[in-house]
């Protein structure tokens, strides 16, 4: 007789895929896969808590308006990591079968109430504050405002990941077909599609109102920041709309195109966009949102890796889908690398200090969507193709 095969345990990373036939090698399997699913659980609370670490540091280190500015904007990061955190839990208890009716509830409403804190904290920081010279106060308002915008479009991407598992099985029966039983009704998902297009347009108006009134170093760091802040925005209702409508098993063609394409499009804008801003420099404080734009296309492109991988094994097979979670990889350490460099210039510029330090938050929020992308690999390249 040939020799028993060995089992492939954990075969680009994807669960329950290549199960073994002996008992004993499916609980080896079992186990290994388990502690991977809290791997990947884990990631994104590590760097929440990277994020309060840093950002509570720099925060109470000195009376500086940077040390304000920089504080308070690298810890509510952290409200991002815990949405981003909602959603890996989301769609990993669906994958190893432990998803229930209180999760469904838990991790949308802890996502909510993260991004509530956040977008709560930030107006009533700015709220009293003054847009003349360079506020803290209202530099920093506006920018936790931001993010608290960019954690409730992750948030609802949580939302719609509760019927995370319908993706796999609309996408292996054919195309055509009417929404399958337990897809979100109609409204919901018009609601759930609806959510991040309201938030992207809260983000560029506050921007626009900022970029179009007279010029102070306040408003233009608010208006430029708060731009990159809406392009991340925008880039998650591709990612959104790409979740539900394959839930609903509308996900065509059109699709399969549109959505990848507007988050290169706001990822190249954005980070166009901060070089502009170094390469013009005609005032100090253009360095800091130059080098921060930058930071939020990085973190456009990491959502790339999501938006793309769900177009490209939707009804086929893509042989490099293993390979997609490296995107947020290498955009986490263009983030730290760059920092790296902003933290060296810092020495003897002031004007960088905030830049440095957010930089490498936004890095810590490129590495968190590795373990999202790795979990939609595993759950959706297993797909057949038409």
Not at 60 to 68: E, R, S, W
Not at 107 to 127: D, K, R, T
Not at 162 to 169: C, D, E, H, Q
Request: aromatic content about 10%; glycine content about 8%.
């Amino acid at each position: 007789m040939p020799a028993a095969q060995e089992p492939h345990i954990l075969k680009g990373q994807r669960w329950a895929r290549d199960v073994p036939e002996r008992p004993a090698d499916r609980e080896v399997v079992r186990f290994v896969n388990y502690w991977i699913s809290v791997l990947f659980r884990v990631i994104p609370l590590a760097m929440a808590a990277v994020c309060v670490g840093l950002g509570t540091y720099v925060w109470n280190a000195g009376d500086q308006p940077g040390n304000l500015v920089a504080g308070r904007v690298v810890t509510f990061l952290a409200a991002i990591c815990v949405c981003l955190f909602c959603t890996a839990a989301t769609i990993i208890r669906q994958l190893i079968g432990r998803f229930n009716a209180v999760d469904r509830v838990l991790y949308p409403v802890l996502g909510y109430a993260s991004a509530a804190v956040a977008a709560g904290y930030g107006i009533s920081v700015f709220s009293g504050a003054s847009s003349q010279g360079a506020d803290p106060d209202y530099v920093s308002g506006h920018v936790v405002l931001g993010l608290g915008l960019i954690s409730a479009c992750v948030a609802t991407v949580a939302t719609a990941s509760t019927k995370f598992s319908l993706i796999p099985a609309n996408s292996a029966r054919a195309a055509g077909g009417a929404p399958p039983d337990g897809a979100f009704p109609s409204a919901a998902a018009a609601v759930l599609c609806a959510v991040p297009v309201v938030l992207a347009l809260i983000a560029w108006g506050l921007s626009i109102v900022n970029l179009t009134q007279t010029v102070t170093p306040s408003r233009f760091t608010v208006g430029h920041v708060l731009a990159g802040i809406a392009m991340v925005c925008t880039s998650l209702i591709g990612l959104v709309v790409s979740i539900v409508r394959q839930i609903q098993d509308q996900y065509g063609a059109r699709d399969r195109t549109a959505w990848p394409w507007l988050v290169i499009a706001m990822g190249s804008l954005s980070s166009v966009w901060g070089i502009v801003l170094l390469v013009l420099d005609r005032e100090p404080y253009y360095r800091t949102p130059g080098f921060v734009m930058i930071g939020l296309g990085l973190v456009c492109f990491s959502i790339l890796s999501k938006v793309g991988l769900l177009a490209l094994v939707w009804r086929r097979t893509f042989a490099l889908a293993n390979r997609v979670p490296l995107i947020p990889v290498v955009t986490a350490l263009s983030c730290l690398f760059l920092a790296a460099f902003v933290f060296q210039a810092a020495v003897t510029d002031s004007n960088v200090f905030v830049a440095a330090r957010v930089l490498t938050g936004l890095g810590a929020i490129c590495f968190t969507l590795y373990s999202i992308v790795s979990i939609l690999e595993s759950g959706t390249s297993g797909s057949s193709s038409d």
